[in-house]
């Protein structure tokens, strides 16, 4: 073979090489299911050198044999500039950090966290990141009892003591007919999440039991109009598959599929004023209809104002009649830097001042003239 | 365990004034008794299993690095500068652990069936009340397993010290373990041919260390790993179908002879499904190292967590 080709052969194979290195040595993580090595997120006895450990001062032993709880892989460095820790071969999003510019598409409880001059009004009141809110807010605004969840019903009543939890009947992820959070966790993780369809907790959109969706890889970090999360919505309100259902579920008056608030509460589509913010509303449902509303003006998807899709892909870019308003519209998850959990400061949204592409005027546009 | 016969002398007059008169009842004032039953247990050739008197031994300590240790694992691992967190500290191997300080970690006095109990004050033992061996209600190690080399060892039914799997029998008062004591210890161990545990097993790790046996009820997740409870029948458990020596199981009933089946929801996790008993070359006695098992790969917890 002649020297020239054998050297061509020899770098056409070093490039191969150095490729798939990197390739080997980049943490995965197209889905979400853990990776890795074990000792990463769990401790099997909650012993260490013969001693109990503990976790930015949380006592365990802590269920699922992990280390610190939800907390001790989701919330790692509070006062940390990383808004995603990669740990082996995974990478975890913090719901909890000091990163500037860094929050993801939950938000931050950073706001509403307890030691970090909390505002109680910026966020949820999860138990280990804040204190249960004082009455009315120690109970979800808007709570129904028993309403139809994926699995079963929902808790028959909120007693006034309960706080908050990430997880279970009284929390948001996994199995909410599970009380104990992490039993309704209880191997999401580590389950196949590549379809997500809501058929299990590991299948579900942000182990939202029951909630389909598209994950965005990176949570939103850096996300773009056509590389972002994709929410689901239903404008028929004949699924619970939805986003906005999954809010519902604890804040029930402010949804008006029948399982939950109904028409009564937040009135009806296409022929009445609503008497609450809709959502899983389409653009179509709007009173007066699509065409030559303000609604025609909100073209292109925006991360400051989204809306859902009936089949989201997460690349959609243009928003039509049949974008979806969902309660993630406005609010963030977790925390935001402004009251009610509003993606804006709602205290100066400001119709007739012009200020088009903003809040509240991203979909009523024309109220910014 | 077969009874012990042969040359007396192989065992008994290796050391200055064991073969002396004693009194009826009391046991042998023997010298160096720390290092009474690791002398006999002991090599110093790679070989785990020696021939002494015509007997077979076992050997739990290696002086050499092991070839095949056997189902408790090897002392070598603990006896040499490895560090503390390999095996069980026993006296006449090796010093007393520097962080638990003769403390077994997860101790609780009320799940020590022992009327003396473990005594921090004083080293760990091969027996007795401060062992695993023998009547944990007898504090010295010697008198504790007197006799049980040479008496009747079937059925292993944990009636008696020697009836007890590996000497095992917790206390007089108490039923020792049982289980099938497979005739190589283990030495060529397969997925056919092995030591078979039942659940009686546990009670004696949890003798030293009760606080890690959490038997309560709980409705939600596990806080630590669970022993004495069924592998489920579901999900990834579904795909551990044969026995593996690497993370063996306890018999709800023990069978006749030990077999390569995994029975989900009568087999159980048990300590020893993820550790040896004496020492091993991975950090806390782990069959495995914990540090590299890894959700991609197939050894250790995957082999139960296949689905991880």
């Not at chain 1, 082996?88 to 001059?117: S, T």
């Not at chain 1, 599970?178 to 999440?193: K, L, P, S, Y």
């Not at chain 1, 104002?305 to 039509?320: F, I, L, R």
């Not at chain 2, 031994?57 to 691992?77: D, E, K, R």
Request: proline share 6%.
């Amino acid at each position: 073979m002649p020297f020239r080709k054998m050297k061509r052969y020899f770098i056409n194979f070093f490039l191969f090489f150095c490729f798939f290195a990197i390739y080997c040595l980049l943490p995965t993580d197209v889905n979400a299911k853990a990776k890795g090595r074990c000792k990463d997120c769990h401790s099997m006895h909650y012993s260490k050198e013969g001693s109990e450990v503990t976790y930015a001062s949380r006592q365990g032993p802590f269920p699922s044999m992990t280390i610190g709880g939800c907390l001790g892989c989701h919330g790692q460095n509070p006062s940390g500039a990383q808004n995603i820790i990669v740990q082996g071969r995974m990478r975890i999003p913090q719901i909890i950090h000091a990163m500037g510019n860094g929050d993801l598409a939950g938000g931050n409880y950073y706001y509403v966290a307890d030691g970090y001059n909390p505002d109680y009004s910026k966020g949820h009141n999860v138990r280990g990141i804040s204190l249960q809110e004082p009455p009315p807010m120690n109970i979800p605004p808007g709570f129904l009892e028993s309403v139809t969840i994926p699995g079963g019903s929902g808790p028959s009543s909120w007693p006034s003591f309960r706080q908050l939890a990430c997880a279970g009947t009284y929390g948001c992820h996994g199995n909410r007919t599970i009380e104990d959070e992490f039993g309704a966790m209880h191997g999401a993780h580590h389950e196949d999440d590549s379809a997500i369809d809501g058929s299990t907790v590991g299948k579900s959109y942000r182990f939202l039991f029951g909630i389909a969706g598209k994950e965005h890889k990176d949570w939103e970090y850096l996300a773009a109009a056509d590389n972002h999360n994709g929410y689901k919505g239903d404008q028929t309100h004949a699924s619970m598959s939805t986003i906005s259902y999954l809010c519902g579920e604890c804040h029930g008056k402010f949804h008006p599929h029948p399982n939950l608030g109904g028409s009564s509460e937040v009135g009806h589509a296409y022929n009445s004023l609503w008497r609450r913010h809709p959502s899983d509303i389409s653009f179509a449902g709007v009173h007066g209809g699509y065409i030559g509303s303000e609604y025609q003006g909100y073209v292109q998807y925006n991360l400051e104002s989204p809306v859902a899709y009936q089949n989201p892909a997460g690349n959609e870019t243009a928003v039509d009649v049949d974008s979806i308003i969902m309660c993630l519209s406005c609010h963030r998850a977790h925390a935001s830097p402004y009251p009610d959990i509003l993606r804006w400061d709602y205290s100066k949204a400001e119709a007739g001042g012009g200020d088009t592409g903003k809040g509240c005027l991203v979909c009523h546009t024309k109220k910014s003239q | 365990m077969a009874i012990v016969g042969g040359d007396c002398d192989a065992c008994h007059n290796i050391f200055p004034g064991m073969m002396e008169k004693t009194h009826t009842g009391k046991a042998f004032q023997y010298v160096l008794k720390n290092e009474f039953c690791v002398n006999c247990h002991s090599n110093t050739t790679s070989d785990t299993i020696k021939i002494l008197g015509g007997n077979r031994v076992p050997v739990v300590h290696s002086t050499v690095p092991p070839i095949n240790p056997l189902a408790g694992g090897n002392f070598f691992y603990v006896a040499k500068d490895f560090g503390d967190r390999k095996g069980h500290n026993v006296d006449g191997i090796t010093s007393m652990d520097m962080k638990f300080r003769n403390l077994p970690p997860g101790y609780s006095r009320k799940s020590d069936p022992s009327y003396i109990g473990y005594d921090p004050q004083k080293n760990l033992m091969c027996a007795g009340s401060n062992g695993c061996h023998g009547d944990r209600n007898i504090e010295d190690p010697f008198a504790s397993i007197m006799g049980t080399h040479h008496a009747l060892d079937k059925p292993l039914d944990g009636s008696t010290i020697a009836r007890s799997y590996r000497f095992l029998g917790n206390t007089s008062a108490t039923k020792g373990v049982t289980g099938i004591e497979d005739s190589g210890w283990n030495r060529k161990g397969s997925a056919a041919n092995h030591n078979e545990y039942s659940k009686s097993i546990d009670l004696i790790c949890t003798g030293c260390h009760g606080d890690y046996h959490n038997t309560e009820k709980k409705t939600g997740a596990w806080f630590r790993h669970p022993v004495g409870v069924p592998v489920p029948s579901r999900g990834d458990y579904l795909n551990y179908t044969s026995y593996n020596t690497d993370a063996p199981v306890a018999r709800e009933t023990l069978p006749a002879a030990s077999g390569s089946d995994i029975n989900h929801d009568r087999d159980s996790v048990m300590c020893l499904s993820c550790h040896v008993a004496h020492a091993s070359p991975y950090e806390s006695m782990l069959r495995w190292d914990y540090d590299k098992v890894s959700t991609e790969g197939r050894g250790g917890c995957n082999i139960c967590h296949s689905g991880k």
